[in-house]
């Protein structure tokens, strides 16, 4: 079974940077769709951006020009770059793969401090 596990979130200033990582357990290319979702306290999963094994990548309108998502094929790792962070962006951050059936992981915490 393939297994997402995410890691590099924590506790930052507003205006700061974090990066998130989501590792796959199997290559990453048998994943037609590579994402980053969020859920805050009290207020539904919502798709942050996403990024298709040909590359093209989609954005929250919140989220365009501060985020930016990649994946490295070889290291069969995608990631969240977080530039400009604001409070709002507090949030559990979901790592999702799609391959025919959705895999998700276990969620990393990124708490913005004002």
């Known amino acids: 079974q393939v297994q997402l596990v995410e890691s590099g979130g924590g506790l930052v200033q507003a205006g700061g940077s974090l990066r998130l990582s989501c590792a796959a357990s199997?290559?990453?290319?048998?994943?037609?769709?590579m994402a980053w979702y969020r859920q805050a306290p009290g207020k539904q999963r919502e798709l942050v951006a996403g990024?298709?094994?040909?590359?093209?990548?989609n954005y929250a309108d919140s989220v365009k020009g501060r985020f930016t998502i990649s994946r490295d094929n070889a290291k069969n790792t995608v990631y969240l770059q977080m530039n400009s962070l604001k409070p709002e962006d507090t949030a559990v951050y979901f790592c999702?793969?799609?391959?025919?059936?959705?895999?998700w992981g276990q969620g990393t915490q990124v708490t913005v401090s004002s």
């Open positions: 999702y793969g799609f391959r025919g059936d959705s895999v």
């Open positions: 990024v298709t094994i040909g590359g093209s990548t």
């Open positions: 199997r290559s990453i290319f048998s994943f037609n769709r």
